[in-house]
């Protein structure tokens, strides 16, 4: 009998089991709360992250506004083509005294790529691609550090310097600002008028 005795469990043992056992399954469920807590904090995180334009996109806006209007400062007569000052048009005086407009274009993802920019005339100059788009080696290699003024000032100075006008297109001395190809006055539409002597 003693010995049976001695091999039950006391009262006072078997409580403090059941308060372990309360405190582990106490535990284990703020564990799991806690955890999904964590969880719905993650994706409500994300989901806002989603919606709300992060640090980047509003120093994009900077940058972009900054090299907007160090543009405008080096290129005072560059005229804006629109609102949001996405566009703007240059003019250049060839070697020849021949005056063609440059269109420069910042589009909603610059300064992250590059400007683009045209001419309205058919100029002949190695930079100068078939449709007059510019085709220099510093758009292509475009980075973060990249400076649109930097890149137009060349542009501008090499097209200037040495660009000519394709055979057949002369200014008009009798008609002022238009331009004539092959000896048809008015030809280019806009894009002559915009090639003043």
């Avoid at 269109?103 to 190695?126: A, K, M, S, W, Y």
């Avoid at 510019?134 to 292509?140: A, F, W």
Wanted: proline share 6%; net charge positive; aromatic share 6%.
């Amino acid at each position: 009998g003693q010995a049976c005795k001695r091999a039950t469990p006391s009262h006072a043992t078997r409580r403090g089991r059941s308060r372990s056992r309360s405190r582990r399954r106490s535990r284990s469920r703020r564990t799991r709360r806690e955890a999904a807590a964590a969880a719905v904090a993650v994706v409500v995180v994300v989901v806002v992250g989603m919606f709300v334009p992060g640090p980047s996109a509003h120093n994009d806006a900077a940058l972009r506004d900054q090299q907007i209007a160090v543009f405008q400062q080096f290129f005072p007569d560059a005229r804006a083509l629109d609102a949001q000052r996405r566009r703007f048009e240059l003019t250049l005086t060839l070697r020849s005294g021949q005056r063609v407009g440059m269109i420069v274009e910042t589009g909603g993802d610059f300064p992250r790529q590059p400007p683009r920019f045209t001419l309205n005339l058919p100029v002949q100059h190695p930079w100068v691609g078939p449709t007059g788009r510019v085709e220099y080696k510093r758009l292509r290699e475009w980075g973060a550090q990249s400076n649109l003024v930097q890149v137009a000032r060349d542009i501008v100075s090499a097209i200037a310097g040495s660009g000519t006008l394709a055979p057949g297109y002369k200014v008009e001395p009798s008609r002022g600002n238009s331009v004539a190809h092959d000896g048809v006055g008015g030809g280019g539409g806009a894009a002559a008028a915009a090639a003043a002597a």
